[in-house]
């Protein structure tokens, strides 16, 4: 295949467009001792003579770049070995010449740098070659960028390929570029900085050049050895942080009275120019400073130091905190004026870039050894992000990159329980748009019942048919704030495993994103693309993946909401497959799981009172709790009331003969209620004409006539007999009297059934609170959790056998 594009090549011109792309997909020249050496030695002889031609044309050039893609493929050495030489002299005299044009610089220097590196694979080739020519090689390179540099028009892209150039060859080869550095450090610094030149007054480099400035000023220090090069480096960096602390000196003069500085930069160079003494003119040189040495110090922390180098850690630390530290509400100088005070603020996000960017990166190079300085760290940095305002999306979005990256490095478990709380508050608020916050009086209920419940929620429901006429319809989100909510979401999972993290918090969070992954496909509306839908939908159902890994410590496999989580996934991963398929059955455990309990129950107080507290509700809802909980106490004591009056109306004369019958025993006179478990007793209510009379509360014994969904509490029974006035002994019902009663009879057989009656009603009765031990509530109740028997059978059996030894008597 190889050998049949050979024909092909040496009939193409090299300047045609797909020359190159042909040979960089097929690679034929990895092995030229295998390919047909006629057409290879035709084709290389028509290369060789383009490329030691005199004339500087796009044929040359384009047979340069041919030329150093056939070397980089070569693996046997072929090509370089035998034309290599002749090659290097013509590149070599061009990069030289101080006629040459900048334009064309870039296809020799490549060629240039592809046969030096590739020279390191063939020793002699090396030594014979590469060698002697290299001390040439660098001052043509340092005197190319001198007229790069200093032209009033400069070709950025020519700087761009030349920069790449220096820093691969300097970092290859060392030693030649030693004699360089005082006149390549300050052209690297002018444009780092963007220092104004006689030739070029107004600069304005662009980042890339700026970057890749800073990366060559990381590689000199390899240029005073192998054993001075890690004293070279502390150098570089002391020298960085003493420019970055007169940059920021300059920005805070006269503008903000910032605490004082704990720990003080290294001393500035001297040769650094002075700053301008007017603030206006001062502040935008300051930070055109402050970020260039910000990518010094970048650079030279990325580094790959073959040996151990002295890193000024809290130096950088105070550094990046002075920066985070400088907010919104900073006071300023009293003498300031409004044209300095808008410019300060609005430097400061580039500010809070430079602070993230130095902790960031010093987190990364140093690890651990930054542990120490975290909480302080994040003290700033969650004060910073809870306090920025919500459309400053660039910021938000770099703060929660920031804290991801820590999270990542520094495990919550580590950090103090305070951070990751916040941090989670944090989130979910930013998560929050996705949802719908509307006024209770805006959502339209289908409650249209005739109670006070009812009527409540159905008043103001007509202005939900509307809202939408009036400028309340869900408005389209942006791609910046899609993005924030998408970092809130990447970083929500490294908070979840927080040990000692609030119960209340945590399964408000799961319900929040529970929630969130099944309303995601009915947010395409409102979301700017599908792609964006899409990253939302993965990034949930991560955070809902990373929450069913997440270890309770509950000894076995959860059968909480790690179930419902895994049965509402659509696709379940990879990752899920520890808990789908354990690989031992999980342990015995006396109670159901942590999640379990937590989870499926109704809103707690504590709960509610997170959720309210990050923004999560409506803005009536906690007027709207008290009013219900007011209005729920009320329709309690009428029902109470009424259900009392009309038992107490009903009792009949057979109380009094029944009070004749048993003068000396203590009765409890059942009323019929239905009030739930949760409903409290109401207190004593008068029902007779008497003043002076009072009802004692009622004490309602087990009975197959009383519903089994009813479940009623207990109260003690009082020592002092009760007493009825003349208007509740009225009446008494049959049912009452053969449930609750046992009257004397004149023979043994009518006695004989008494106590069978009264055994079989105890043991009914018994065996229908036996049924209703536990019992499940409602949606309306408080709690959802099994209730346990409150005993109150003990008394009703102690009423039964007093009831059976008076009939002996």
């Given amino acids: 295949m190889s050998s049949s594009l050979l024909p092909l090549f040496g009939s193409l011109p090299f300047a045609h467009?797909?020359?190159?792309?042909?040979?960089?997909?097929?690679?034929?020249?990895?092995?030229?001792?295998?390919?047909?050496?006629?057409?290879?030695?035709?084709?290389?002889?028509?290369?060789?003579?383009?490329?030691?031609?005199?004339?500087?044309?796009?044929?040359?050039?384009?047979?340069?770049?041919?030329?150093?893609?056939?070397?980089?493929?070569?693996?046997?050495?072929?090509?370089?070995?035998?034309y290599g030489k002749g090659w290097l002299g013509t590149c070599l005299g061009f990069v030289a010449s101080p006629t040459s044009s900048i334009p064309n610089v870039p296809a020799y220097s490549s060629l240039l740098q592809q046969m030096v590196y590739s020279a390191a694979q063939y020793p002699s080739f090396e030594r014979e070659v590469i060698h002697p020519i290299m001390g040439k090689l660098a001052v043509s390179l340092g005197k190319l960028f001198e007229r790069c540099v200093t032209d009033n028009r400069p070709d950025w892209s020519v700087i761009h390929e030349l920069l790449s150039t220096l820093k691969k060859l300097i970092v290859h080869s060392p030693a030649p570029f030693r004699p360089l550095l005082p006149a390549l450090k300050p052209s690297l610094f002018n444009l780092i900085l963007q220092i104004p030149t006689p030739t070029n007054p107004y600069p304005s480099i662009p980042d890339e050049i700026r970057r890749s400035a800073s990366e060559v000023i990381a590689c000199l220090h390899v240029t005073a050895g192998k054993?001075?090069?890690?004293?070279?480096?502390?150098?570089?960096?002391?020298?960085?942080?003493?420019?970055?602390g007169k940059a920021l000196n300059g920005i805070t003069t006269d503008a903000w009275e910032e605490e004082p500085v704990k720990v003080q930069p290294p001393n500035?160079?001297?040769?650094?120019?002075?700053?301008?003494?007017?603030?206006?003119?001062?502040?935008?040189?300051?930070?055109?400073?402050?970020?260039?040495?910000?990518?010094?110090?970048?650079?030279?922390?990325?580094?790959?130091?073959?040996?151990?180098?002295?890193?000024?850690?809290?130096?950088?630390?105070?550094?990046?905190?002075?920066?985070?530290?400088?907010?919104?509400?900073?006071?300023?100088?009293?003498?300031?004026?409004?044209?300095?005070?808008?410019?300060?603020?609005?430097?400061?996000?580039?500010?809070?870039?430079?602070?993230?960017?130095?902790?960031?990166?010093?987190?990364?190079s140093c690890g651990d050894h930054l542990f120490p300085h975290l909480s302080n760290i994040l003290e700033h940095t969650v004060w910073l992000a809870e306090r920025t305002p919500a459309s400053m999306t660039e910021t938000q979005i770099q703060l929660l990159k920031f804290h991801r990256l820590l999270l990542s490095l520094y495990p919550p478990a580590i950090v103090p329980l305070e951070y990751p709380t916040r941090l989670l508050r944090l989130s979910l608020t930013r998560v929050q748009p996705l949802l719908e916050n509307r006024a209770k009086s805006e959502i339209p209920s289908g409650n249209t019942g005739g109670g006070k419940r009812g009527k409540k929620r159905?008043?103001?429901?007509?202005?939900?048919?509307?809202?939408?006429?009036?400028?309340?319809?869900?408005?389209?989100?942006?791609?910046?704030?899609?993005?924030?909510?998408?970092q809130a979401l990447f970083l929500i999972p490294l908070l979840h495993p927080t040990p000692l993290f609030s119960?209340?918090?945590?399964?408000?969070?799961?319900?929040?994103?529970?929630?969130?992954?099944?309303?995601?496909?009915?947010?395409?509306?409102i979301l700017p693309s599908a792609a964006a839908q899409s990253d939302l939908q993965a990034a949930i159902q991560h955070v809902l993946e990373q929450v069913v890994l997440m270890t309770e410590g509950e000894g076995g496999t959860g059968r909480g909401w790690k179930s419902?989580?895994?049965?509402?996934?659509?696709?379940?991963?990879?990752?899920?497959?520890?808990?789908?398929?354990?690989?031992?059955?999980?342990?015995?455990?006396?109670?159901?799981?942590?999640?379990?309990?937590?989870?499926?129950?109704?809103?707690?107080?504590?709960?509610?009172?997170?959720r309210l507290s990050m923004g999560f509700g409506i803005v009536d809802e906690t007027n709207g709790a008290e009013e219900e909980e007011?209005?729920?106490?009320?329709?309690?004591?009428e029902q109470s009331t009424s259900q009392i009056s009309s038992s107490t109306k009903a009792l009949s004369g057979d109380i009094k003969r029944f009070e004749q019958n048993t003068a000396a025993t203590q009765y409890s006179i059942p009323a019929s209620t239905t009030a739930t478990a949760s409903l409290a007793v109401p207190p004593p209510v008068s029902a007779s004409t008497t003043p002076s009379t009072s009802l004692q509360p009622v004490i309602p014994a087990p009975s197959s006539s009383i519903s089994s969904s009813a479940v009623v509490p207990s109260v003690p029974i009082p020592e002092q007999p009760i007493q009825f006035s003349s208007a509740m002994s009225e009446s008494i019902t049959t049912q009452v009297e053969s449930n609750f009663i046992s009257h004397p009879s004149a023979n043994a057989d009518e006695k004989g059934k008494g106590k069978a009656v009264v055994a079989a009603t105890a043991t009914s009765a018994k065996t229908t609170q036996d049924m209703d031990d536990i019992i499940m509530l409602n949606d309306e109740d408080d709690e959802g959790?099994?209730?346990?028997?409150?005993?109150?059978?003990?008394?009703?059996?102690?009423?039964?056998?007093?009831?059976?030894?008076?009939?002996?008597?």
């Fill in 227 to 244: 054993a001075q090069s890690p004293q070279s480096w502390g150098a570089e960096i002391k020298e960085a942080l003493g420019g970055f």
């Fill in 17 to 82: 467009p797909k020359f190159l792309p042909l040979l960089q997909s097929h690679k034929p020249f990895t092995n030229p001792s295998q390919l047909s050496q006629s057409s290879l030695t035709k084709l290389l002889n028509r290369l060789n003579s383009t490329i030691l031609s005199r004339e500087d044309n796009a044929d040359r050039r384009a047979a340069c770049i041919i030329a150093t893609e056939i070397v980089s493929m070569d693996e046997e050495g072929y090509v370089l070995t035998n």
């Fill in 785 to 809: 959790i099994p209730e346990l028997d409150s005993g109150s059978d003990d008394f009703d059996e102690d009423d039964d056998d007093e009831e059976e030894v008076e009939e002996d008597e």
């Fill in 503 to 525: 119960p209340s918090l945590l399964t408000f969070s799961i319900r929040l994103h529970l929630s969130l992954y099944l309303s995601i496909p009915s947010l395409g509306g």
């Fill in 630 to 637: 007011a209005a729920d106490g009320d329709m309690v004591v």
């Fill in 268 to 364: 500035a160079s001297s040769a650094l120019p002075e700053l301008p003494v007017e603030s206006s003119t001062r502040l935008p040189v300051c930070l055109d400073w402050a970020e260039g040495f910000t990518e010094v110090i970048l650079a030279l922390l990325r580094y790959p130091t073959a040996r151990p180098v002295p890193v000024p850690i809290a130096q950088i630390v105070s550094a990046g905190l002075r920066c985070l530290s400088l907010t919104l509400d900073t006071p300023t100088v009293t003498f300031i004026s409004p044209q300095h005070q808008a410019a300060l603020l609005a430097c400061l996000p580039r500010l809070w870039t430079i602070g993230v960017q130095l902790i960031g990166i010093l987190a990364i």
């Fill in 458 to 486: 159905a008043r103001g429901a007509e202005d939900g048919l509307v809202g939408g006429l009036e400028g309340r319809d869900a408005r389209t989100f942006h791609t910046e704030e899609v993005e924030v909510i998408i």
């Fill in 564 to 610: 419902l989580i895994i049965s509402v996934l659509a696709q379940h991963s990879e990752k899920l497959a520890p808990i789908v398929h354990p690989s031992l059955p999980p342990l015995m455990r006396p109670l159901p799981p942590l999640s379990q309990l937590h989870f499926f129950v109704k809103e707690g107080e504590e709960e509610r009172k997170e």
